[in-house]
Each structure stands twice: as C-alpha cells, then as structure tokens.
C-alpha cells in the first residue's frame, strides 16, 4: 500500500504529534488550523461577552433594588423580591455559560495540544487522543458541562457573594429601620410570620452554598468540559 493510501491511524506518534508538522513543513496544514483556531476563539469571546452581559445586569439591578430599600421608609420585602431577581439572572447566567463553554474547551483543546506542542514538541500533547475527541465534538456538539456544574461555578464566582450581600442589607434593613422591633416581629410579611420568612432564607441560603460545591469531574457533563483549573483561572 502506498503512502497516500494507507489507513489514517491517530494513534501512531507521527500523527499525533502534529504540532511538530506545522513547524517542520510547508503544508496548508499551519494556515487551515489558524483560520480555525480564530473562529473558535471569536465564538468563544461572542459568548463571553453575553455572559458578561448578564453578570452586568444582574449586579445593576440588585444594587439599584438595595439602594431603593434604603431610600426611604420602604418595606423590606423589596430587598427579598432582589434575590429573587438574582436568582433568576443566576438561572440565565448558568445556561449561556453551558453554550461558552462549547467555544471555550475547544479553543483550550488547540492551545494546549495543537500550539503548546508547536511551540515545545519535547513537550508533547495533554491529551493523547486529543484530534479523536475533537473531531467527535464537530460530529457531534453537544454542551459538555452539566447545568448543574455551570450553576455551582456562577454561584462561587458571582451569585454567592452576591446573594451574601443582599441577606446581609436584609437583616441591616430589619435593624435600621425597625431597632425597637423584635427581628421575628420586624421580618414578617402580611399574612406571613417573621419565623417563616427568616427560615425561608435561611433554607434559601444553605441551598445556595450547596449548589456551590464544586462538583467532581464525573458530575461536570459528558465530556467533562476544560478542566476545572481552567476555569478558576479563566473566569
């Protein structure tokens, strides 16, 4: 069999190290893996734009809520309607987060396979059948981080604190405007005792910080998504 004919095999080392085949010949090899290397890095900066788009939104409405909360003599109940509020940014956010990531590990893919070992082939590749799972997810693109991965990791990034900061402008509020009033007394809502409310956020808080554990990387989705140093890293 001739060298044009033989069977592709991905795992022999002359293939997978492709990096090195960029920089050792003159092939279109170099300027096909560029072209696709900025497209997915345009997806990739597209989405991230959108995700910042929605942290924006979420952190100016919850601070023009609290900032109504302490204009004037104004129930308590608006500081809870913001969690509310956040929590549906929260929702929205943990979605186009799912959709960045596709962009995103695929663009991590090329660097740390394709040009890292372009760079360094002494170096060799992370991941032995890198252009196998690649070629995969062009096949077949699917999200490879679970919702409920890309919730925990906007909650420990963004919603968290946030959520913090608003329970905490809750009970400053209960006090500040209502320092003779019992805290049971002074959180409870019309037809609603303080008992409920204050356990209700309490309840709503320890779900959050919950949600917030990082998942292991069985529970991150199919493929797993770009490793989770990269996303602490990242984002």
């Known amino acids: 069999m001739s060298d044009g004919e033989r069977e592709f095999d991905p ?3 002359e293939e997978r190290e492709i990096g090195r085949e ?10 096909v893996a560029a072209h696709l290397y900025r497209g997915e ?8 734009s959108r995700l910042d788009t929605t942290t924006n939104w979420a952190v100016t409405l919850v601070s023009a809520i609290v900032a109504y909360a302490f ?24 979605r186009r987060f799912r959709d960045y990531d596709i962009w995103r590990s695929r663009v991590r893919v090329l660097q740390k396979n394709l040009f890292a070992n372009a760079l360094d082939p002494s170096s060799g590749v992370e991941l032995e059948d890198w252009r196998r799972e690649l070629s995969r ?22 919603y968290l604190p946030l959520m913090g900061a608003l329970v905490a402008a809750w009970l400053f ?28 956020v309490a309840g709503y808080l320890l779900v959050m910080l919950a949600l917030a ?8 989705g199919e493929s797993g998504g770009a490793d989770h140093g990269d996303f602490e890293r990242d984002d």
Request: hydrophobic share 45%; glycine share 8%; proline share 8%.
């Open 213 to 220: 554990v990082p998942l292991s990387p069985k529970g991150r």
């Open 11 to 13: 795992e022999a080392p």
């Open 22 to 31: 960029m920089v050792d010949q003159s092939t279109g090899l170099g300027s």
């Open 137 to 158: 997810d062009y096949r077949d693109p699917r999200p490879k981080l679970s919702y409920l991965a890309a919730v925990s990791h906007r909650l420990r990034r963004v």
């Open 41 to 48: 890095m345009e997806r990739a900066v597209e989405w991230r």
């Open 173 to 200: 509020h209960l006090w500040a405007f209502q320092p003779d009033t019992p805290l049971l007394e002074s959180a409870s809502l019309p037809g609603v005792s303080g008992t409920v409310v204050i356990a209700v």
């Open 71 to 94: 204009s004037g003599e104004v129930f308590h109940a608006v500081i809870l309607a913001g969690l509310m509020v956040g929590t549906v940014f929260l929702f929205i956010e943990a």
